[in-house]
């Protein structure tokens, strides 16, 4: 069983290829932006161009269009390969690394989110959520997330500004996707927003 996995919701994009619970390739880039013109030709430069019978795929919260081109990728190599297709948070992969580094500790997680909130979400011992992922202000994470360790890329902001704890400065890194909680995997791959879209349908007009 080959499995590859994708994972390019923030401002990194990686992929790994597995051979069972093997990892066989994988590459990691913090890019910022470009998403869409560096993730294909990183899959094409994996073994057998990174065909599997499986395919992982964050679904978010991140990056509106990252969430999507990963996901859109997904869905294409999926088809032409005749592969089984799953989706996974991403919040759930970071506490999955973070877990990697602290075996059996609850942990919660902060990334950078947009409009200056983070997203956040608790993880118990066992890396199954302990709430649901918010977008919040970053005054209001400080002051309702108390665990003692916190990963992801706002960690170290949010460790300092309440001045306590053990931050884990993570990006996602699709070759820990294995280590996620299976429970929190599934044949659902729309995209989690984690935050209301800014635009709002328009007004239908009145009638004449």
């Given at each position: 069983?080959?499995?590859?996995?994708?994972?390019?919701?923030?401002?990194?994009?990686?992929?790994?290829?597995?051979?069972?619970?093997?990892?066989?390739?994988?590459?990691?880039?913090?890019?910022?932006?470009?998403?869409?013109?560096?993730?294909?030709?990183?899959?094409?430069?994996?073994?057998?161009?990174?065909?599997?019978?499986?395919?992982?795929?964050?679904?978010?919260?991140?990056?509106?269009?990252?969430?999507?081109?990963?996901?859109?990728?997904?869905?294409?190599?999926?088809?032409?390969?005749?592969?089984?297709?799953?989706?996974?948070?991403?919040?759930?992969?970071?506490?999955?690394?973070?877990?990697?580094?602290?075996?059996?500790?609850?942990l919660d997680v902060a990334m950078t989110g947009g409009h200056?909130?983070?997203?956040?979400?608790?993880?118990d011992p066992f890396g199954a959520p302990a709430s649901p992922?918010?977008?919040?202000?970053?005054?209001?994470?400080?002051?309702?997330?108390?665990?003692?360790?916190?990963?992801?890329?706002?960690?170290?902001?949010?460790?300092?500004?309440?001045?306590?704890?053990?931050?884990?400065?993570?990006?996602?890194?699709?070759?820990?996707?294995?280590?996620?909680?299976?429970?929190?995997?599934?044949?659902?791959?729309?995209?989690?927003?984690?935050?209301?879209?800014?635009?709002?349908?328009?007004?239908?007009?009145?009638?004449?």
């Amino acid at each position: 069983m080959r499995t590859l996995a994708i994972d390019c919701s923030t401002e990194a994009c990686s992929i790994a290829l597995f051979e069972d619970d093997a990892l066989v390739a994988n590459d990691h880039r913090v890019l910022g932006r470009g998403h869409a013109e560096h993730l294909v030709p990183m899959i094409a430069q994996l073994p057998d161009k990174g065909c599997a019978d499986r395919i992982l795929v964050a679904r978010g919260p991140g990056s509106f269009t990252g969430v999507r081109i990963g996901i859109a990728t997904a869905r294409a190599l999926g088809l032409a390969w005749k592969a089984d297709i799953a989706g996974y948070p991403t919040l759930g992969l970071v506490a999955a690394m973070a877990h990697a580094q602290h075996p059996g500790e609850s942990l919660d997680v902060a990334m950078t989110g947009g409009h200056g909130d983070w997203f956040v979400q608790s993880f118990d011992p066992f890396g199954a959520p302990a709430s649901p992922n918010r977008s919040m202000a970053p005054d209001a994470a400080i002051a309702a997330y108390r665990a003692e360790i916190v990963a992801g890329t706002e960690a170290e902001a949010l460790v300092s500004r309440r001045g306590y704890g053990t931050a884990l400065s993570l990006h996602p890194d699709a070759s820990f996707a294995l280590s996620i909680l299976p429970d929190l995997l599934g044949t659902d791959v729309s995209p989690i927003y984690g935050r209301a879209p800014d635009a709002k349908p328009a007004r239908p007009r009145p009638k004449p």
